[in-house]
């Protein structure tokens, strides 16, 4: 039932971009469990890419349904971007603490983020924290996403990784990941 409610979700968002030529996903390509999408941008002529992977197990311990959640890089403005998308409230900024864990690695806690969507979309874009987010990506086969939320509850994710590389590699080719000073401040919305 919730795969049926998502691809619905999914066809109509489709059904919008279908009127439009220019957004698509029409060049998108399978990794592993990741789709890759490659677009040239109509205003700079610059690629636009990005990888996003989509999971079933995800769940909220203030909602009893088992909803969809997906993960998406990508460069936004040149900067590489962690994006982590929810079917529920995750929680408000100042009143979360986000944190993930590859395969049987020590896990982050509290890393730096901000929220955005109607508080359902978590936005890693430190760029310290997305160097060694991708960097553990990369040799990985599970992610644990745990958000926990004084207003919303515990979220959990679980992402099989399965070609990760080369999503890495094709949404991250127009701003490389490089590490800068960490950010440990919060500049949440």
């Not at 059904?15 to 789709?35: F, L, M, Q």
């Not at 864990?101 to 901000?114: A, I, L, Q, S």
């Not at 094709?170 to 401040?185: D, N």
Request: hydrophobic share 40%; proline share 6%.
């Amino acid at each position: 039932m919730r795969h049926a409610a998502f691809v619905m979700f999914a066809l109509s968002v489709g059904a919008c971009a279908a009127r439009d030529p220019y957004v698509t996903s029409a060049n998108t390509t399978p990794s592993g469990n990741w789709k890759i999408e490659r677009q040239t941008d109509r205003i700079t002529g610059t690629p636009l890419a990005s990888a996003q992977l989509v999971t079933d197990t995800s769940s909220n311990s203030a909602d009893p349904k088992v909803r969809p959640a997906m993960l998406q890089l990508t460069c936004f403005d040149t900067h590489p971007v962690v994006r982590l998308s929810f079917g529920f409230k995750v929680g408000t900024g100042p009143n979360m603490i986000v944190g993930y864990r590859f395969d049987e690695r020590p896990g982050h806690d509290n890393v730096p983020m901000r929220i955005i969507g109607e508080h359902r979309i978590v936005v890693i874009e430190d760029r310290a924290e997305v160097a060694r987010f991708v960097g553990e990506l990369s040799q990985s086969a599970i992610l644990v996403i745990r958000i926990r939320s004084l207003n919303a509850g515990r979220t959990t994710a679980e992402f099989r990784l399965d070609g990760a590389a080369a999503a890495i590699e094709a949404a991250l080719a127009g701003c490389p990941v490089t590490a800068q000073p960490p950010s440990r401040s919060r500049a949440n919305s």
